[in-house]
């Protein structure tokens, strides 16, 4: 639910070369809910590792979502 059906895009958006600054505060937002966390922590572990790659980011409000984001996701217990 906390993705709904627009979970594509922004998975999409995140694989793209340069992704847009406001999806690090996003991604840092969605993170906060049981939902988001584990859409976020899919077993390929494909976003998971784009959200590392993004800590190298040009952008600064990209890099702290994403520290945000994954600091979050360390707080999910189980499946």
């Known amino acids: 639910q906390a993705l709904g059906p627009g979970a594509e895009p922004l998975l999409r958006a995140l694989s793209s070369a340069?992704?847009?600054?406001?999806l690090g505060a996003l991604l840092c937002n969605l993170s906060?809910?049981?939902?988001?966390?584990?859409a976020l922590l899919e077993p390929s572990g494909r976003v998971v590792r784009r959200m590392l790659e993004l800590l190298r980011a040009e952008s600064a409000e990209l890099?702290?979502?994403?520290?945000?984001?994954?600091?979050?996701?360390c707080f999910q217990h189980g499946k």
């Open 18 to 22: 340069r992704p847009p600054a406001e």
């Open 63 to 73: 890099r702290r979502g994403a520290v945000g984001a994954l600091r979050n996701c």
């Open 32 to 38: 906060q809910a049981p939902q988001g966390r584990r």
